[in-house]
């Protein structure tokens, strides 16, 4: 029984009897528990934590052999071992001028290659100098793709959107349902618009789908010749025989490599559309946003260091408390596609039950994750973090400054977001209730009947980030915060955080059921429940034979 998790589990039963509110005896908790970090403060003491939690977590951690973990990944071990990958997004964004290796091979000449050709082409689109159809300019651009092809770099053209300083107007098609693509097209003119075709496989059957159809609209609408599909068309790709096959050429390829998984790519080509929407110098910046995250996270001791505190305590509340869920609430407008992003990485990353032996686990490992911009969540789901019966962490994230003035808006989304941090920790009493309900006048009798309603128990745990301003910079450092974290509750929990063989099961059954819905024979059989929905789908759709 006296192994670290043992007693981690007996910490959690003697912590459970005491709450935050008591732990805020001590005045000094707030400064002891948050971290300064460049332009980034991180409040951790709204947490199930004391200086005993941390050294059982930190030495956890060296028991998970943490600190050698991190230094393996950025060397480029092959520790994505299910697909025999390195995982190494942290290269693209390498200012280090140190080489970086993936078996014998410096990748850093390549990455700076790849990256000037990029910068070569951005530049040229955002100048005019890149010509369309008929010598037009390129006015749009649209995305296509899914997953980590989309919601990184949608969720960044949206965040930066006050950096928009191109002309360009930047779209983002993923879903397969036709109304996504249909939309964006009815407002679109082909010989403006440039579609990047942004698919690491190039295989994903919605992104192809979507890319096929689009080229069928530019070709069918547009007074060009096949040939000039090459100047509407480019390839974000690390399957050069597909894009050729779509017929992308080779100069309008922009590659990746396997070393990056999909749902770390935004800082890769994948990025394209997010340097076309706000120039490459703004790009440039979100990347070194990136590598001072990795600096931090390398070097920093473990009680100083954002992401490990972070991954932490996610491990000690899914694992030790039982918590699953974890709600992700940026007070910014333009951040609101910041936790649809997250869930893809921490969901698809960590959403895992077998170990690095091939073992199935016996302890909880990824959380559900979920979001909305501030305030419109607290008029939606709050009440549930606030009065439901589970507990959901949540993690808070504003800025010091707005991108206009600091008015009356701005003013009132921060009382907004430090006010629910201390609301959902401290709650209401039940004197308290009373309190209010005598006020308003109401009879004893009634009184006892309301006054359960309108307590808190309070109790709620919470993290708040603050960053002085959204600035491509800034928002670097919040997404390589967020993928470090990551990282390290799949080391505690020791899986692989990186592959996601979760996705596939499903993407071959429904090349199964396509072709039943299309017609053709289906050459699996399935469960009464899948054929009875098929043949409801066959008897009642117009197109069905
Ligand atoms: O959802 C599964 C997945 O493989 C993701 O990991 C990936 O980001 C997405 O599909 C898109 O894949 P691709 O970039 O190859 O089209």
Redesign the pocket.
Known sequence: MNDIYSRLIEHQKRFAKHTLNELFTDKNRGKKYSVLFQDIYFDYSKNFLTAETLNLLFELAEKRNLRQKIEEMFAGKEINFTEKRSVLHTALRNFSNKPVFVGDEDIMPKILHVRSNMKDFVNRVISGEWKGVDNNRITDVVNI?????HLGPEMVVKALSHYNTTDLKVHFVSNVDKDDLQEKLAILAPENTLFII????FT?SE?MTNAETAKKWFVDNCSSKFDDIAKHFIAISTNREKTAEFGIPEENMFEFWDWVG??YSLWSTIGMSIALAVGWENFEELLRGGFEIDRHFRSSPFDMNIPVLMGLLTVWYATYWKFNSNSVIPYSHVLSRFPAFLQQLQM?SNGKSVNFAGNEIEYETGQVIFGEAGTNSQHSFFQLLHQGTQTIPVDFIGFANAHFENDVHFKLLLSNMIAQAEALMIGKSREKAEEELVKLGIEQEEMMKLVNHRMFAGNKPSNTMLLERLTPKSLGKLIAIYEHKVFVEGVIWNINSFD?WG?ELGKVLAKEIYKTLDGQKSAIEHDSSTENLLEFLKSRSKNSV
């Open positions: 793709g899914i997953g980590g092809s942004s698919s690491k496989t994903t992104t999909g749902r698809e996601q996705v």
